[in-house]
């Protein structure tokens, strides 16, 4: 699989994604120059392991430490 083909997989799970919870993790993120689309999507594939309200007051050092 080469990359436009990851980030093409990526970004169907950010569109499968409800907008509610869309527009949560991009507040919570913050800077969106600082992330890339894989990230975003990587995030919010994982997103449903994560308790949400912890998740938005502690976001993933992965997040964080771009």
């Known amino acids: 699989m080469d990359r436009n083909s ?3 997989n990526s970004l169907q799970v950010w569109f499968e994604t409800p907008l509610e919870t869309v527009g949560c993790i991009l507040q919570s993120v913050g800077d969106l ?5 894989v990230h975003i999507a990587l995030i919010l594939f994982h997103a449903e392991n994560i308790p949400f309200r912890t998740w938005i007051v502690h ?3 992965t997040i964080t430490n771009t």
Do not use: G, R
Not at 33 to 37: G, H, L, N, R, T
């Open 6 to 8: 990851s980030v093409q």
């Open 33 to 37: 120059q600082k992330i890339s689309a």
């Open 59 to 61: 976001p993933p050092n």
